[in-house]
């Protein structure tokens, strides 16, 4: 079956998402841009959240199992992004979202259905945190509401693909418990918030740091960690930084003060050390993996491809420090640098595939 025609116009969608997010995330961290833009500041976690992480999580599902129907999914999750941008006054958009959230809900629950394990199972609680996520946000709750049961969306995802990645292991029962354990402390912790934010928040805190003991003890990337061939080596490189990174945002969500669950420094060190070190680093790892499924040719290794990777966790530690240290200039210069790193990292797929296209029809010809 042929999904090539719905692919252009929802990579088109989340790639300018993620532009978008972006460019509200410097407004996020301060930056004094011109224009009346305050209202768009706001549509930061939205943005990354639904409009480009969502998405591309969703397409990913839909490309693996070959359904046409399941490409509504994206395609409000697309459009739905920049409503909201472009009625932030119109409740249009976040319906959208929602919508769109509830379409990968029932992707995974198809899922589900057709393979009944721990890592599908897990995904699919991960698409209906996302779901509740946007139905509170959608309801008009407070983004530090919202924003646990995005991170739960993310790292419950992330992690139940671990899980299936890692199934050359030969998961024992043992190890499928710790896991199983570990989510659920997560997911209770992500719950408790709808009633006592600060409990739950640090429910949820132990919860990511015993996910990262997990990772860092079962994921097969501890195998890959000096794999000979390079991308192998590279890939498990991402992964491990980003489970440091896990472990750090676990740390501070558990030990914190009723102050630092609204706003302030020590919410953005506890909420970026997830969505930036643990899921951007992700990211960085998996496209050599996803990218092949979803353009239907293999991604060629670059060394290029640490540049990004380096400048991404340096930046993050400048921008976490700073906000320990109380110093927003350095916090803002971290968090403009984190962008650079993201573009970066983007340019360089974009131009390695470009020369595979141009070497290949060279030998073509």
Known sequence: MKLSPFLPPVLLLSITALLAGLWAGLLRLGWQIPGDLAAFAYTHGPLMISGFLGSLISVERVVALRQRWM???????????????????????????TLGSLGTFVILSVMVRREPVLHTLTMAAGALCWLVGNLLWLSGAEIFRVVYWWAAFLVLTITGERLELSRVLRMTARKQL???????????????????????????????????????????????????????????????????????????????????????????????????????????????????????????????FYASLGLLHLSLLLRVGADLARQMDLRRWGGLLNEVAILLFFASLIITLVRQNRAARKAGA
Not at 71 to 97: R, S
Not at 183 to 208: C, E
């Open 71 to 97: 490409f509504a999914a994206p395609l409000l999750t697309g459009p739905g992004w920049l409503l909201t941008v472009l009625l932030p006054a119109q409740p249009v958009g976040p319906l959208a979202m």
């Open 178 to 304: 710790l896991f199983l354990l570990a989510a659920g402390l997560f997911a209770l912790g992500v719950i408790i918030t709808l009633f006592d934010l600060a409990w739950g928040a640090r429910l949820a805190g132990a919860g990511l740091l015993a996910l990262s003991a997990w990772l860092i003890a079962f994921d097969i990337a501890r195998r890959n960690i000096r794999h000979p061939v390079p991308l192998t080596r590279y890939i498990a490189r991402c992964l491990f930084l980003g489970y440091f990174w896990l472990a750090l945002g676990g740390g501070l969500w558990l030990f914190n003060s009723n102050a630092s669950l609204y706003a302030g420094p020590l919410y953005d060190a506890g909420l970026h050390s997830v969505f930036v070190g643990f899921v951007i680093s992700m990211i960085f790892g998996h496209a050599p993996i996803i990218l092949p499924a979803l353009l239907n040719r293999m991604l060629p290794y670059h060394p290029v």
